[in-house]
T-cell receptor, first 111, second 116 residues
């Protein structure tokens, strides 16, 4: 499984755009990149998944360069409720593959 | 997104007793479910992979006789902590795999186990 590296923490203010970058230098051809959000005492929540280029949904965008060795989660106009831990995971697209969590990025949003 | 229900959300038990935690995928079938454990301010640690109709696969260092996993149907997996001790106190989280172009995991809300 590809190892991921993220910043341990980030700080932002309400209304700003936040970009969290994850490096995964040994990503394999069949690996997908998935981001999760976790609040204290809750299970992680799926945010977005992508394979290449750009993916956008109602809450975030995911940018993946051509070499796929990194990815950037973009959260537009964050609010206080976006304060959470964000995990980047890379997993082989095969049934039954467990996701191994890294340390994640703790995002703190202030007013 | 898909919904995974986990119960109970919180349980307090006496040392030596057993506790069962249920994990259900409500709107999709999950051949594979996973059980994680999380300590305060730490990341999730994979405990075991639960496959419907077969024995679970445990990660190194996880005692299979203490953490019994049953995946009897495509929508239900259970984790039983047997003869619980205070060191088993932790936050337990289940997840179910939804197949697609890229496999996605959807997580339960977690169970906070406190063993007195």
């Amino acid at each position: 499984l590809a190892k991921t590296t993220q910043p341990i923490s980030m700080d932002s203010y309400e209304g700003q755009e936040v970009n969290i970058t994850c490096s995964h230098n040994n990503i394999a051809t069949n690996d997908y990149i998935t981001w999760y959000q976790q609040f204290p005492s809750q299970g992680p929540r799926f945010i977005i998944q992508g394979y290449k280029t750009k993916v956008t949904n109602e809450v975030a965008s995911l940018f993946i360069p051509a070499d796929r060795k990194s990815s950037t989660l973009s959260l537009p106009r964050v609010s206080l409720s976006d304060t959470a831990v964000y995990y980047c995971l890379v997993a082989f697209n095969q049934a039954g593959t467990a996701l191994i969590f890294g340390k994640g990025t703790t995002l703190s949003v202030s007013s | 997104g898909a919904v995974v229900s986990q119960h109970p959300s919180r349980v307090i038990c006496k040392s030596g007793t057993s506790v069962k935690i249920e994990c259900r995928s409500l709107d999709f079938q999950a051949t594979t479910m996973f059980w994680y454990r999380q300590f305060p301010k730490k990341s999730l640690m994979l405990m075991a992979t639960s496959n419907e109709g077969s024995k679970a696969t445990y990660e190194q260092g996880v005692e299979k006789d203490k953490f019994l996993i049953n995946h009897a149907s495509l929508t239900l997996s259970t984790l039983t902590v047997t003869s619980a001790h205070p060191e088993d106190s932790s936050f337990y989280i289940c997840s179910a795999a939804q197949q697609g172009p890229g496999e996605k995991l959807f997580f339960g809300s977690g169970t906070q186990l406190s063993v007195l």
